[in-house]
């Protein structure tokens, strides 16, 4: 059963910083893309950073770009997000997933996690 258990979250003021993290349980956690999606009530969940299997390769959505920053551990089976200048709109719940695909596509992406609550104040 894949597990997928994200931490880190919490509150913080505008231009602050966070990191995530995600522990997965997934026995071939290195063959998996990695990604960190958002969710606010009303709006559709957004795929806000992607990385391959390798960590060769990321993605980012444009709003992050240049403030957020995936990484991952293949040995720990972890993947993070560093969260720098956060702004009021990144409030979200923010859901580490798993997929066995392109890491840029959300469409790639089966596996989730419970979620984090991000919330920044003005």
């Known amino acids: 059963q894949v597990q997928l258990v994200e931490s880190g979250g919490g509150l913080v003021q505008a231009g602050g910083s966070l990191r995530l993290s995600c522990a997965a349980s997934l026995r071939t956690f290195m063959i998996y893309a990695m990604g960190w999606f958002r969710q606010t009530p009303g709006k559709e969940r957004e795929l806000v950073a992607g990385i391959s299997w390798s960590g060769g390769s990321t993605y980012y959505t444009d709003s992050v770009k240049g403030r957020f920053t995936i990484s991952r551990d293949n040995a720990k089976n972890t993947v993070y997000l560093q969260m720098n200048s956060l702004k009021p709109e990144d409030t979200a719940v923010y859901h580490c997933?798993?997929?066995?695909?392109?890491?840029?596509?959300?469409?790639?992406?089966?596996?989730w996690g419970q979620g984090t609550q991000v919330t920044v104040s003005s």
């Open positions: 997933a798993a997929g066995a695909n392109t890491y840029y596509r959300s469409e790639a992406y089966n596996y």
